[in-house]
């Protein structure tokens, strides 16, 4: 009797029963994060102090966080192709390349709400700072999530265990960046 | 493992390259509202952010080589999304409809403007 997991032998969709669980939950994922910014879209075109509002926000430091998302998609899936060619060390490293942008990520974001907070701008001080401080919050806890979980899926990948997983996380971790994708031009260019 | 066999199918194309057109769009993202036009900021924010989003689901997701249900997954969600924005929408953007208004943002532009949901009536 084979000692694998299921997760990468048993296939009842034509694929196999991890990756058909990652696209679960980022199909599921998509209806959470339109949900928010479908109901986000129309406040802002339903109100002009939204404008006003977004005004304050920092452009720069958002097009920053989204060239650390894109260059850490770009080392996920590099740790994907690593992870084909049989090569657990390289994607293990990769995989860290990729931790390494998730921290950076939300270093730059405790910096950045913390200038906001400091400016009076907090989660109850307008319709537009509630669904900041929530989409960016709820962004940001998937970001810390996927780093935890590549922390686990490269200490097994180092040891060319469990190869499978880099690619399962890297689909997870590119949804994350197609989210910030549609954050950043909501939340720091429409002004 | 007939998943598998499909998964080492395919040829990866070139990451690195497709990472430089994803940053060369985002330089186009910001640079968008410099030229200070509301539509060349439409398209230069939300346009390229398509673009963006499409390049990484083709390239590093692998969208377009999973199994066709895949993608047909994902467009059934965001056909819900369009759905509920459009169920939605009109209870949030106007002031009044069949048989429920907002008298605060008809008498005041102020409260309109802030979406302040007061003295609604059913």
Same mark, same amino acid.
């Given at each position: 009797?084979? !000692?694998?997991?299921?997760?990468?032998?048993?296939?009842?969709? @034509?694929?196999?029963?991890?990756?058909? *669980?990652? /696209?679960?939950?980022?199909?599921?994922?998509?209806?959470?994060? @339109?949900?928010?910014?479908?109901?986000? $879209?129309?406040?802002?075109?339903?109100?002009?102090?939204?404008?006003?509002?977004?005004?304050?926000?920092?452009? /720069? $430091?958002?097009?920053?966080?989204?060239?650390?998302? #894109?260059?850490?998609?770009?080392?996920?899936?590099?740790?994907?192709?690593?992870? =084909?060619?049989?090569?657990?060390?390289?994607?293990?490293?990769?995989?860290?390349?990729?931790?390494?942008?998730?921290?950076?990520?939300?270093?730059?974001?405790?910096?950045?709400?913390?200038? =906001?907070?400091?400016?009076?701008?907090?989660?109850?001080?307008?319709?537009?700072?509630?669904?900041?401080?929530?989409?960016? +919050?709820?962004?940001?806890?998937?970001?810390?999530?996927?780093?935890?979980?590549?922390?686990?899926?490269?200490?097994?990948?180092?040891?060319?265990?469990? #190869? &499978?997983?880099?690619? #399962?996380?890297?689909?997870?971790?590119?949804?994350?960046?197609?989210? /910030?994708?549609?954050?950043?031009?909501?939340?720091? %260019?429409?002004? | 493992?007939?998943?598998?066999?499909?998964?080492?199918?395919?040829?990866?194309?070139?990451?690195?390259? $497709?990472?430089?057109?994803?940053?060369?769009?985002?330089?186009?993202?910001?640079? +968008?509202?410099?030229?200070?036009?509301? %539509?060349?900021?439409? $398209?230069?924010?939300? @346009?390229?952010?398509?673009?963006? *989003?499409?390049?990484? !689901?083709?390239?590093?997701? &692998?969208?377009?080589?999973?199994?066709?249900?895949?993608?047909?997954?994902?467009?059934?969600?965001?056909?819900?999304?369009?759905?509920?924005?459009?169920?939605?929408?009109?209870?949030?953007?106007?002031?009044?409809?069949?048989?429920?208004?907002?008298?605060? /943002?008809?008498?005041?532009?102020?409260?309109?403007?802030?979406?302040?949901?007061?003295?609604?009536?059913?």
């Amino acid at each position: 009797m084979s !000692a694998r997991p299921i997760a990468t032998t048993r296939t009842t969709a @034509g694929l196999a029963t991890g990756k058909l *669980a990652v /696209w679960w939950v980022i199909v599921s994922e998509i209806v959470i994060f @339109g949900g928010l910014l479908g109901s986000y $879209i129309m406040h802002r075109l339903a109100h002009d102090s939204f404008s006003a509002q977004a005004a304050h926000t920092n452009m /720069w $430091i958002g097009a920053f966080n989204t060239l650390v998302l #894109l260059s850490s998609s770009l080392s996920a899936v590099l740790a994907h192709q690593a992870a =084909e060619a049989g090569d657990g060390r390289k994607a293990a490293r990769l995989i860290w390349a990729t931790i390494a942008g998730a921290f950076t990520f939300l270093t730059v974001k405790g910096f950045e709400w913390t200038s =906001e907070i400091h400016h009076g701008f907090t989660i109850t001080s307008s319709t537009f700072w509630s669904f900041y401080y929530t989409a960016a +919050g709820l962004h940001a806890l998937h970001v810390l999530a996927g780093a935890i979980i590549m922390m686990f899926v490269a200490s097994s990948a180092a040891k060319n265990l469990e #190869l &499978h997983r880099v690619e #399962l996380i890297g689909i997870y971790w590119h949804f994350v960046d197609v989210v /910030w994708i549609f954050l950043f031009p909501l939340l720091y %260019i429409a002004k | 493992m007939a998943a598998h066999a499909h998964a080492a199918e395919h040829t990866h194309p070139n990451y690195v390259k $497709i990472w430089a057109i994803l940053v060369v769009l985002l330089c186009v993202s910001v640079a +968008g509202p410099m030229f200070g036009h509301k %539509i060349v900021t439409l $398209i230069t924010a939300f @346009g390229v952010a398509g673009v963006k *989003a499409y390049l990484v !689901a083709k390239n590093f997701m &692998h969208i377009n080589i999973e199994k066709r249900f895949i993608p047909y997954l994902v467009i059934t969600m965001l056909v819900f999304m369009l759905l509920f924005f459009a169920g939605a929408a009109p209870d949030v953007m106007k002031k009044e409809g069949t048989q429920w208004e907002k008298p605060s /943002w008809k008498t005041s532009p102020a409260a309109s403007a802030a979406g302040s949901h007061e003295g609604a009536h059913p």
